[in-house]
């Protein structure tokens, strides 16, 4: 059982910045992709970043150049930057894993964390 344990949440003002931490309780290099996403109050869960296996990084349009997504496959983590953040920030940040095995696609996610991004 894949377990994804999300950290690194808080309360930051506008302008401030966050790291938010993935950890994995298996290789994340068995993953195909591995992302961030976000739900604000009353809407539906977004994109925020992925990193597929072998393939370029994906951000949503709204967090380009102020967040990042990275992994340390030493550690089995996968990290999202967030800089120059904005009250629409706000929400909880999902830690998303997927993996393909014989044809069958796997999802996981994480607990969340929640970010409040307000002055």
């Known amino acids: 059982q894949v377990q994804l344990v999300e950290s690194g949440g808080g309360l930051v003002q506008p302008g401030g910045s966050l790291r938010l931490s993935c950890a994995a309780s298996?290789?994340?290099?068995?993953?195909?992709?591995m992302g961030w996403y976000r739900q604000a109050p009353g809407k539906e869960r977004e994109l925020v970043a992925t990193?597929?296996?072998?393939?370029?990084?994906n951000y949503a349009d709204s967090v380009k150049g102020r967040f990042t997504i990275s992994r340390d496959i030493s550690k089995n983590t996968v990290y999202l930057q967030l800089n120059s953040l904005k009250p629409e920030d706000t929400a909880v940040y999902y830690c998303?894993?997927?993996?393909?095995?014989?044809?069958?696609?796997?999802?996981?996610w994480g607990q969340g964390t929640q970010v409040t991004v307000s002055s």
């Open positions: 298996g290789t994340i290099v068995s993953f195909n992709a």
């Open positions: 990193v597929p296996s072998g393939a370029r990084i």
């Open positions: 998303n894993a997927l993996k393909n095995l014989f044809g069958v696609e796997y999802e996981y």
